[in-house]
T-cell receptor, first 113, second 111 residues
Framework: SAVISQKPSRDICQRGTSLTIQCQVD?????MFWYRQQPGQSLTLIAT?????????ESGFVIDKFPISRPNLTFSTLTVSNMSPEDSSIYLC??????????FGPGTRLTVL | DAKTTQPPSMDCAEGRAANLPCNHS???????VYWYRQIHSQGPQYIIH???NNETNEMASLIITEDRKSSTLILPHATLRDTAVYYC????????????FGKGTLLTVNP
């Protein structure tokens, strides 16, 4: 298994600003992912964070809006840029340790006013 | 990845077995069945996965039909802490390991 922490756990931000969310894992992992969970909805994959190369984004998500960094095998950041109230969601990172099950962080609850 | 169908909600009495069904009639030969759950306001938690054979771990049992078109997650002695949304996901794993979450089943365990 893997222990995952996220910072911040929650934040309230103003429209037009940006927020960077950090994800730290207690061991080196190959695959890291970022998900979004809008209020009352299920999880949607934003992108796969690749170490040493650009992230791979899912349909409907673009790098300019959600830039991702992955400087090493234990850390990644997701930035939510130029925020609007529609970006209010829980953002979760996850890792795959053995290529099978995924382990999720506790999430970052973002409210945009 | 194959699509899954789950009932939107189920109830279970505390101490009884909870049997959560999942239909995945379009599953292909190399796809696994995964189960996750999400307790309110927490990140999803991996429960169990299987390919063809039935699987059991400390949390649950997974029963997959012989034709692999459906499966059942069994929580043998449900507790109030098992109240959560349960997601059945089909995925081939490996380098294409991305989870597609449906709406899941809200299991409510009643005292």
């Amino acid at each position: 298994s893997a222990v995952i922490s996220q910072k911040p756990s929650r934040d309230i931000c103003q429209r037009g600003t940006s927020l960077t969310i950090q994800c730290q894992v207690d061991s080196q992992v190959t695959m890291m992912f970022w998900y979004r969970q809008q209020p009352g909805q299920s999880l949607t994959l934003i992108a796969t964070a690749n170490q040493g190369s650009e992230a791979t984004y899912e349909s409907g998500f673009v790098i300019d809006k959600f830039p991702i960094s992955r400087p090493n095998l234990t850390f990644s950041t997701l930035t939510v840029s130029n925020m609007s109230p529609e970006d209010s969601s829980i953002y979760l990172c996850s890792v795959s340790v053995a290529g099978r099950e995924q382990f999720f962080g506790p999430g970052t609850r973002l409210t945009v006013l | 990845d194959a699509k899954t169908t789950q009932p939107p909600s189920m109830d279970c009495a505390e101490g009884r077995a909870a049997n959560l069904p999942c239909n995945h009639s379009t599953i292909s030969g190399n796809e696994y069945v995964y189960w996750y759950r999400q307790i309110h306001s927490q990140g999803p938690q991996y429960i169990i996965h299987g390919l063809k054979n039935n699987e059991t771990n400390e949390m649950a049992s997974l029963i997959i039909t012989e034709d692999r078109k459906s499966s059942t997650l069994i929580l043998p002695h449900a507790t109030l802490r098992d109240t959560a949304v349960y997601y059945c996901i089909v995925n081939s794993g490996g380098s294409n390991y991305k989870l597609t979450f449906g709406k899941g089943t809200l299991l409510t365990v009643n005292p």
